[in-house]
């Protein structure tokens, strides 16, 4: 059974600038990188309903899968490095098709 793993974010950066898309840039370069990954996508948020205004979103085959991508080291790095100290705020959802 596949794994959707999704979340949507808000950035400390400054809408547009050139620190977020290279926060994005990276980690769309350093998760693909990760085996297991497939279907990434980044979307943003149109809505003024929320202020989390980006989504990472990708698919794992089974959760094999998505355990070897939490434990991945480039996983680990990423999130250590980047994401810790540049989200302001996030949402984590994890989905299995019914």
């Not at 994005?24 to 998760?31: E, H, S, V």
């Given at each position: 059974m596949s794994i959707q793993h999704t979340v949507v974010f808000r950035l400390v950066h400054?809408?547009?600038s050139a620190a977020e898309a290279e926060f994005?840039?990276?980690?769309?370069?350093?998760?693909t990188?990760?085996?297991g990954v497939t279907e990434f996508a980044i979307n943003q948020q149109v809505s003024p309903k929320s202020d989390l205004l980006w989504q990472f979103t990708m698919v794992f085959a089974d959760?094999?899968?998505y355990d070897a991508y939490n434990t991945h080291p480039l996983h680990v790095?990423?999130?250590e490095a980047r994401w810790?100290?540049?989200v302001a705020a996030f949402q984590e959802y994890d989905f299995v098709a019914r």
């Open positions: 400054e809408a547009g994005l840039d990276t980690g769309r370069a350093t998760l990188a990760i085996p959760q094999a899968a790095g990423f999130v810790v100290p540049e």
